[in-house]
Nanobody, 125 residues
Framework: QVQLVESGGGLVQAGGSLRLSCAAS????????MGWFRQAPGKEREFVAG????????KSADSVKGRFTISRDNAKITVFLQMNSLKPEDTAVYYC??????????????????WGQGTQVTVSS
C-alpha cells in the first residue's frame, strides 16, 4: 500500500524553526518527485517546495525562498522540509505529495498522484 506519512509539525513562535519529515513506502520507487504543499484556513492549497529523487534539484515558492529548505534521504525514502524564520502567515496544514513527472517539479497539486494526511504547523506572533 502506497503511503506518505508526515511528521514534525507543531506550535512555534515567530522566528522559530521546525523540521517536517515525509516518509514514503509501498511503491515509492514509482515516484520521481516529492513536494510539500500547504493550506491555511479559507485559502487555497499552495506549493511550498519540491525535490527530484534523481539529481536532487529543487524548486521553492518565492514566499519561502531563503527560509525553507527541502532535502531528501534516498536510502530512507524520506523528504524533509527545514523551516526557519517562521512567520504567522506560514501557519497551515502542510502536506507531502509525490509525482511521477520525471525531473520536472510541478507546482500544481493536480500533477501529484499521492498525498499524505497532513501535519499542522502553527506559528504564533
Amino acid at each position: 500500500q502506497v503511503q506518505l506519512v508526515e511528521s514534525g509539525g507543531g506550535l512555534v513562535q515567530a522566528g522559530g524553526s521546525l523540521r517536517l519529515s515525509c516518509a514514503a513506502s509501498g511503491g515509492a520507487f514509482r515516484w520521481h518527485v516529492m513536494g510539500w504543499f500547504r493550506q491555511a484556513p479559507g485559502k487555497e492549497r499552495e506549493f511550498v517546495a519540491g525535490i527530484a529523487w534523481i539529481g536532487g534539484h529543487t524548486k521553492s515558492a518565492d514566499s519561502v525562498k531563503g527560509r525553507f529548505t527541502i532535502s531528501r534521504d534516498n536510502a530512507k525514502i524520506t523528504v524533509f522540509l527545514q523551516m526557519n524564520s517562521l512567520k504567522p502567515e506560514d501557519t497551515a496544514v502542510y502536506y507531502c505529495a509525490a509525482a511521477t513527472t520525471g525531473t520536472y517539479i510541478p507546482m500544481r497539486g493536480t500533477e501529484y498522484s499521492d498525498w499524505g494526511q497532513g501535519t499542522q504547523v502553527t506559528v504564533s506572533s
